[in-house]
Nanobody, 126 residues
Framework: QVQLVESGGGLVQTGDSLRLSCAAS????????MGWFRQTPAKEREFVAH????????FYAYSVKGRFTISRDDAKNTVYLQMNSLKVEDTAVYYC???????????????????WGQGTQVTVSS
């Protein structure tokens, strides 16, 4: 049974930092690309960041580029999202997702991903 468990969310102020973690189990982690998405009640789930299965390629949404960093530790079956210079508009539930390296499609689309975590709330206050 595949599980993705996010942690690290919380309530912070504008300009603060947070690091989200997503621990994976039940899959061969090194065979999966990993992504982070976020969602608010008013919007559909949107792409935040992606790291490929080898860890050599990263991609970011324009809105977070330069502030967020995605990384992975295959020894720990964990993907991270370091979020710096947080803004009020970063407030959302953050989800991690896993896409098998054999999948094809857009990394920006939820359709690419096979498994999802339950989400962790990030709230940024002004």
């Amino acid at each position: 049974q595949v599980q993705l468990v996010e942690s690290g969310g919380g309530l912070v102020q504008t300009g603060d930092s947070l690091r989200l973690s997503c621990a994976a189990s039940g899959l061969t982690f090194s065979s999966y690309a990993m992504g982070w998405f976020r969602q608010t009640p008013a919007k559909e789930r949107e792409f935040v960041a992606h790291i490929n299965w080898s860890g050599r390629s990263n991609f970011y949404a324009y809105s977070v580029k330069g502030r967020f960093t995605i990384s992975r530790d295959d020894a720990k079956n964990t993907v991270y999202l370091q979020m710096n210079s947080l803004k009020v508009e970063d407030t959302a539930v953050y989800y991690c997702a896993a896409a098998h390296r054999g999948n094809s499609g857009s990394i920006y689309s939820t359709d690419l991903y096979d498994y999802w975590g339950q989400g962790t709330q990030v709230t940024v206050s002004s």
